[in-house]
């Protein structure tokens, strides 16, 4: 699913220009993906996301 996608390229590393482009998607529908996956996951912010995507094993590599 969408949302699941932007949350690990933005674990890898990604940029919201760059998960548009790579999904072929609006910069406005990455960023609606991302508040969706905010709000049901009860994240407040890209740091938070960053850490649960880490510790769910979404964010394996450091490399892009």
């Known amino acids: 699913n969408r949302e699941l996608q932007v949350l690990w390229l933005m674990a ?3 940029r919201m ?3 548009a482009s790579a999904l072929g998607l609006s910069g406005k529908t990455v ?3 991302r508040k969706r996956t905010f709000r049901k996951l009860n ?3 890209d740091t938070e ?3 649960f995507a880490r510790q769910s ?3 394996l590599s450091r490399d892009r």
Do not use: D, N, P, V
């Open 12 to 14: 890898r590393g990604h």
């Open 31 to 33: 960023g609606t993906y």
């Open 49 to 51: 996301a960053y850490r």
């Open 43 to 45: 994240i407040r912010s």
């Open 57 to 59: 094993g979404l964010g």
């Open 17 to 19: 220009s760059e998960i």
